[in-house]
């Protein structure tokens, strides 16, 4: 379209005070040629914004540049509509962490305008995905697993009016929770034992109309994307096919396997059991020692039995204490006389259940905080020999009738057999890559999705298939597929119920963003999607083999083929290419060049170096903003260009700065890892890896590496950037201007 644009400057919040005004207005009007350039001292108030629409409405403005406050603030203020908009940061990265009324920080917000003009320029209205042409979108949620979780979640969706598809492999609802003889206290005074709240959970699945229940079932294949997610279930020898809008997975928890555990005696004696064991007994009527049906006298329980041990479950299981409280007193109960012990490491009864800690006190449990060194069977006697912390001494329990381990919580998740790619292993191998493509291999496989990456969601940090432990609860590496209950994390009935409320309305917004064509997260609402200049792609398949979220196929000729509503618009894949084919209508390799390109570098005699900032949006970038907001100051010779993730980085826009004259190039990445803050989970490592290869650029051009240097950022890192960032300007000042200044 032919674009008219406006430019609009803030002067409140200290902007007119600390900028002239006048000047930053003439690069709009004179080097940019901006037909109308307004100021205002609150453009995001009512009024405002009333000007800026009254120019679209009477004026033909299409085009928009705000200069004001971060662009991470006011954005519903300053949601124009159908317009091309962008909003130049002067006032946190600016008059909010600069010297007012200096020459650099003028400077400094006349770039930010400028590039901010340059940014619109080569940004088009984004079109919404709406499918191609015979797709429905479905908004109907496919709930796999029917514990407390998955009931939960499929009521949750239900009762906000969507269609469900319930899907449990045992012949009745209920999961684990429907073994339970009592459930820990949930009501005040939190004292006594409660029935568990699964006869009353199926029956309320079982009465809702919107939930289609399929049990003794499976999935049999997904295939297909987010609002287009084809499922096949078999159901007591019957099959079923329907389309979904989003997943999600509540498949519960497995016991930690006992046999690993030898040395506290499991295997040794059949009196030496599992909590699980235990509560089948107590379900079942009385508790008994398995060798003979008699009932104990005294029982021990052993916490963290395979919990918190780097040899077996690095993590805290969260319910094994409070199932130790409850089982002992069902002992305490069958006999007020039995002798019982506890040897913890911690007792972790967080909130109210720290009555139940308490009433097992009173109850005459006994407690002892120690580490177990021996268990033995002699005989039809147990005995525990344990390092008791408190006194500082050793312990011996004797004639003991029961010892019970508190084995901890493995996610029902798939197990992954594969970490190399196909292509990986046949380079390994020196075969040929014949069947590349393939999807990896997994044990238990429980969503069989059809995806290059896999059938299933990858495991993460020790074996739960979670996204983002930090900022993403419930989202998946796979678009619209969401995590709930004890497959996520350990956690007690109680907040795997809280737990599927969020999974279940994470579904909801997937399924609503997906029909009108948004982006789900974390770039909630975007409206872009990567395109592709098929004319010259070499099919080197980078974009599918970096892309996190499996948004990108390839057919037969290794041609990728979009999947659309899988995209997360990190713009990765736009990174990746070699050829420079992917780009979006509002994030392109030419618009990010052009902007690095529309910085004013001075000249070497002036000595004001110019340092480029290549930040990542969703951690980097609102760290400086705090470093605005809480008025500390940093050197102004910086110029920041927030990217959507730095895995999207080309390393053409490493080239185009130095060739411009910019002295030295830094880049905030997110920190990576299995409990990671990169928002699109390997962007921080793909730019790593990318910049690795930059030495070859600075040997073409005959530039030290120290120009570049890439800095791991967290959103709490804001009191750390002014010292990076001087840090990074002293290296700059010792290897000299760059020499294509002035060229």
């Not at 260009?641 to 411009?660: E, F, H, M, Q, Y």
Request: charged share 25%.
């Amino acid at each position: 379209m032919e674009k008219k644009t406006a430019a609009y400057i803030c002067t409140g919040c200290g902007i007119g005070e600390a900028l002239d005004i006048e000047a930053l207005s003439k690069v709009a009007t004179d080097e940019y040629k901006a037909p109308i350039c307004r100021t205002n001292n609150i453009y995001c108030s009512p009024e405002g914004v009333a000007e800026i629409q009254k120019d679209i409405e009477s004026e033909g403005v299409n085009t928009v540049v705000i200069a004001a406050c971060s662009p991470r603030v006011n954005y519903d203020a300053f949601d124009l509509g159908h317009v091309i908009l962008d909003r130049a940061n002067i006032r946190e990265q600016v008059v909010w962490c600069h010297p007012p009324n200096d020459e650099d920080t003028q400077m400094l917000a006349e770039d930010y305008l400028r590039m901010a003009m340059v940014k619109v320029d080569k940004m088009e209205l984004p079109e919404p995905y709406l499918g191609e042409e015979g797709d429905a979108f479905s908004k109907d949620i496919l709930v796999v697993g029917g514990g407390v979780a998955g009931m939960h979640a499929a009521l949750g969706a239900a009762n906000a009016g969507y269609q469900v598809s319930l899907v449990e492999k045992e012949e009745a609802l209920g999961g684990f929770g429907a073994k339970l003889k009592k459930s820990t206290p949930t009501k005040p005074p939190y004292q006594e034992l409660e029935d568990t709240i699964i006869p009353d959970l199926i029956s309320q699945v079982e009465a809702n109309e919107k939930i289609k229940i399929f049990t003794s079932a499976e999935i049999e294949k997904i295939e297909g994307a987010p609002g287009l997610f084809d499922a096949t279930i078999t159901s007591n020898g019957s099959q079923d096919s329907a389309r979904y809008g989003a997943i999600i997975q509540a498949t519960g928890w497995t016991p930690y396997d006992a046999e690993k555990l030898p040395h506290l005696g499991y295997g040794s004696s059949p009196d030496v059991i599992t909590n699980v064991q235990l509560e089948e007994m107590a379900a079942a009527g009385t508790i008994t020692r398995p060798s003979n049906g008699s009932e104990p006298k005294a029982v021990a329980f052993i916490q963290c039995a395979g919990s918190r041990d780097e040899e077996h479950l690095p993590y805290c299981s969260a319910v094994c204490c409070r199932a130790s409280l409850k089982q002992s007193l069902y002992l305490k109960e069958q006999n007020p006389e039995m002798a019982i012990y506890v040897i913890y490491k911690d007792i972790r009864t967080p909130g109210q259940d720290e009555e139940l800690y308490r009433q097992a006190q009173r109850a005459g449990v006994l407690f002892i905080r120690g580490e177990v060194e021996e268990v033995s069977a002699e005989g039809d006697q147990l005995s525990i020999l344990a390092e008791d912390v408190m006194l500082q001494d050793k312990v011996s329990l004797e004639e003991l009738d029961l010892i019970v381990l508190a084995t901890g919580l493995v996610p029902n998740a798939a197990v992954w057999l594969e970490e190399l790619t196909v292509e990986e292993e046949a380079k390994e191998a020196g075969e040929d890559e014949e069947g590349a493509g393939e999807p990896p291999k997994v044990d238990n496989s429980i969503l069989k999705l059809a995806y290059r990456q896999g059938p299933d969601l990858p495991n993460l940090k020790y074996g739960f298939p979670d996204s983002h432990f930090i900022c993403f609860p419930y989202e998946t590496r796979r678009t619209g597929i969401y995590t709930a209950g004890t497959v996520r994390r350990p956690m007690t009935m109680t907040a795997a119920a809280e737990d599927a409320t969020g999974a279940a309305m994470k579904a909801i917004q997937a399924v609503e963003a997906v029909s009108t064509g948004k982006a789900v997260h974390p770039r909630a609402g975007d409206l872009s999607q990567p395109e592709f200049f098929m004319q010259r792609c070499t099919q080197c398949k980078r974009c599918t083999e970096e892309c996190p979220f499996g948004a990108i196929n390839e057919d037969n000729e290794a041609n990728p083929l979009p999947n659309p509503t899988r995209c997360r618009r990190c713009g990765i894949c736009m990174g990746s290419c070699p050829e420079r084919i992917i780009s979006f209508k509002n994030y392109s390799v030419d618009m990010i060049g052009s902007m690095i390109k529309a910085i004013e570098v001075p000249e070497e005699f002036d000595e004001k170096p110019r340092v480029l900032a290549l930040v990542c949006e969703n951690d980097a970038y609102p760290a400086l903003d705090m470093t605005g907001f809480r008025r500390l100051e940093y050197n102004p010779w910086v110029r920041v260009i927030p990217l959507r993730c730095l895995g999207s980085i080309n390393l053409v826009w490493i080239a185009d700065a130095l060739a411009k004259g910019i002295d030295g190039i830094i880049l905030f990445s997110c920190k990576p890892g299995d409990d990671y803050q990169c928002h699109f989970i390997k962007g921080s490592e793909l730019a790593e890896t990318r910049l690795s290869k930059i030495a070859e650029t600075l040997d073409r051009l005959v530039l030290e590496s120290d120009r570049v240097r890439v800095e791991q950022i967290a959103i709490t890192d804001y009191e750390r950037i002014p010292e990076i960032l001087d840090d990074f300007l002293e290296t700059i000042d010792a290897v000299g201007p760059n020499p294509y200044k002035d060229f």
